[in-house]
């Protein structure tokens, strides 16, 4: 087979969590096998449930006149050849993986099943992209930077790359020859290094994670908390922006959650979290964690920020625990002083579910320019009764708006839907990706 030269990534994925805790502190078998059918913790509205297996993502439709290159016409062959057996793909290339390579066993869970599809999904995805150069290395190098948690570095790329060859060349015969494989060699080689030099540039700036000490832990239902936190270095960020977590009750698997304040002269952060049914880090946080507990923080991410270059209004809609960001950025509004009009339509299913009501009511009262709006889709309540989306189209119009999304995956692609729908034009809808290139980004 040929050699994989140039150091290559440990893999584009949505960042392999390191291995759970010992067999004694993981939960039993059926809590396992539950974790992996849960619904998404809030996690950003933009990463995938995880129990959706994977499968190559469409292809972009290519610019008009141009031209595909032949390295992308020949993966692109191979992806298509691969996808009727992509799950035994995915699978020869791990074994081969930590046979050859046993050390970078200990970079992934014991439970692979999540981890292993986004690693290799997000491996395909970017060479499937590669005709795309601006659009990949956005997305390559926020991933690079993202693994540094993991402890990922230079030297691991070839490993991946030498069985990612090795599972194609298995398992798309077809289409696989010295020229298929060259093309490969090639795209691999160009993702690796888009990956590697991010990640020293990044290096050069910020620690690969932070420190960070609860100080406050307030139960606001028996299933959703918030969890403040002091971080031992001065933490960047925007409001509106997510970053990873992870507890010191499991070990190096890492979920993502929204800052649900803007930034703060005393550096404090916050996250709303809801407990989900074997939600490993979810569930630790809401019913374990209590202060003086210390967590560690990834870097943040994310794009749902405010364009403080215009007058626009702020159009929101948060369902659920979408409503942590929304806020900060009605705080973010605030503390730059220019009155502009934000319209917050706040979703939950019960009105018991709004837990976080009485806070953007104050924020209301506080502020003339903001209007509040909770919406309750099942049982009674005071507020608005029905689904979130097609409350908004009973409102507006919203010619001068930007709107921000922030919920479940389901409400955000509704949402879309029907702000396109009243005109809002698809350029000034903000929320963080839900599907294609950039879905598997790292949380």
Same mark, same amino acid.
């Given at each position: ?5 140039? &150091? !290559?990534?440990? !893999? ?6 390191? =291995? ?16 992996? %059918?849960? &619904? ?40 298509? *050849? ?25 970079? /992934? ?13 997000? @491996? ?86 932070? %420190? ?26 925007? !409001? ?18 929204? /800052? ?16 989900? =049914? ?5 569930? !630790? ?5 209590? &202060? ?7 870097? =943040?991410?994310?794009?749902?920020? $405010? ?17 942590? =960001? ?33 806070? #953007?009511?104050? @924020? ?23 689904? @979130? ?21 389901? #409400?955000?692609?509704?949402? $879309? ?15 963080? *990706?839900?599907?294609?290139? #950039? ?5």
């Amino acid at each position: 087979m040929r050699s994989v030269n140039s &150091p !290559a990534p440990a !893999a584009p994925s949505p960042a392999p969590p390191p =291995p759970p805790p010992p067999e004694h502190q993981r939960p039993p078998e059926h809590q396992r096998q539950a974790e992996h %059918q849960r &619904p998404p913790e809030h996690q950003r509205p933009a990463e995938p449930p995880p129990d959706q297996r994977f499968r190559p993502a469409p292809a972009p439709a290519p610019a008009a006149g141009a031209a595909q290159s032949p390295d992308t016409h020949a993966v692109r062959s191979t992806l298509a *050849e691969l996808e009727p057996v992509a799950d035994k793909a995915t699978s020869y290339f791990y074994a081969l993986l930590f046979i050859r390579n046993p050390d970078l066993r200990a970079l /992934f869970p014991v439970a692979m099943d999540t981890q292993r599809d986004r690693l290799f999904k997000a @491996l395909l995805t970017a060479a499937r992209h590669a005709d795309d150069p601006a659009a990949l290395t956005v997305y390559l190098s926020r991933l690079g930077r993202g693994h540094r948690k993991y402890g990922t570095r230079p030297e691991h790329y070839p490993a991946v790359g030498e069985c990612l060859l090795a599972a194609l060349a298995r398992y798309a015969p077809a289409t696989w020859n010295e020229a298929t494989e060259a093309a490969w060699v090639r795209t691999y080689t160009a993702i690796s290094q888009i990956m590697i030099d991010a990640a020293a540039e990044d290096e050069e700036q910020s620690p690969a994670w932070w %420190q960070a000490e609860i100080v406050r832990h307030e139960l606001r239902t028996p299933d959703i908390a918030v969890v403040t936190v002091r971080p031992d270095q001065p933490y960047p960020f925007l !409001a509106g922006q997510y970053t990873t977590l992870e507890t010191p009750w499991w070990p190096r698997v890492w979920r993502h959650y929204s /800052f649900s304040a803007a930034p703060r002269p005393d550096g404090l952060l916050s996250f709303h979290v809801k407990a989900v =049914p074997a939600g490993w880090v979810s569930g !630790a946080l809401v019913h374990r964690a209590r &202060p003086g507990d210390v967590l560690r923080l990834g870097p =943040p991410a994310g794009s749902m920020i $405010v364009d403080h270059s215009t007058d626009n209004g702020l159009l929101c809609l948060g369902g659920g625990t979408g409503i942590a =960001p929304i806020k900060a950025l009605v705080e973010d509004v605030a503390e730059h002083g220019r009155c502009r009009p934000v319209e917050v339509f706040y979703g939950a299913r019960h009105a018991g579910d709004l837990y976080d009501i009485d806070t #953007m009511l104050q @924020l209301q009262r506080a502020h003339n320019w903001l209007s509040v709006r909770p919406v309750v889709s099942d049982g009674p309540t005071r507020g608005l009764s029905g689904e @979130l989306p097609a409350i908004v189209r009973q409102y507006g119009p919203w010619p001068a708006y930007d709107a921000y999304l922030s919920g479940p995956p389901g #409400m955000i692609r509704s949402g $879309v839907d029907t702000l396109v729908g009243i005109g809002i034009p698809s350029h000034r809808i903000r929320h963080d *990706e839900i599907g294609g290139l #950039m879905a598997a980004a790292p949380g």
